[in-house]
């Protein structure tokens, strides 16, 4: 299998460290892809000129981080990290789907901060997106004590969303308001498979 992969993008760090818990990682080649370069040729794998991207050892091509997730999980017959059926599932699908879009407001804040010139830089787009970040924390702090159940797609992706967002936001203390969330954080974040997947900017 091939992966064309940003060592940034947090939807990749969802992918690797999926890879990782599943067993997966040693049958992937990953490939190095700038999706900001124009010379990129990612649209040939990926129409939407995203990462991560998985081609298959059939040939198939495999977008986005969700569906190659949950592919991934299909490859092996220990516990499953989506759940089959029930609430468990559901649950689990919900946590993701949160903090893909937290990953999403918080690229688009970060993005309109470095892309866009000053003096076309929308505070209230920005404001808009830490909002519905802060929400969102709000909303995992309330169920952090739930949290210790069996290892989910859920937990992957909160553990890479909190990581993203000490990796592009230091300087703001998600932890402050929300102790519950960051103590489950501090172990979680000592995986093995998140320790190896700690983002950080090309040199």
Known sequence: MKLCYSPTSPY????????METGAEADIERIPNNVWDPATEIAVT???????????????????????????????DGEKLFPAAGPARWQALRRQALCDGVLDAAILRMLEGRLREEGMRSEKWTNRQAAAVGRALDALEN???????????????????????????????????????????????????MMATIPKDPS
């Open 143 to 193: 169920e952090a004590d739930s949290l210790a159940d069996d290892l989910t797609i859920g937990h992957i992706a909160i553990g890479v969303t909190l990581g993203y967002l000490d990796f592009r936001y230091a300087d703001e203390n998600w932890r402050g308001d929300h102790p519950a969330l960051a103590d489950w954080y501090e172990d979680f974040a000592e995986r093995p498979s």
């Open 12 to 19: 990749v760090r969802k992918v690797v460290v999926t890879a």
């Open 46 to 76: 990926n129409p939407l000129g995203k990462v991560p991207a998985l081609t298959t050892d059939d040939g198939t091509v495999l977008f986005d981080s969700p569906v190659i997730c949950e592919y991934l999980d299909s490859l092996h």
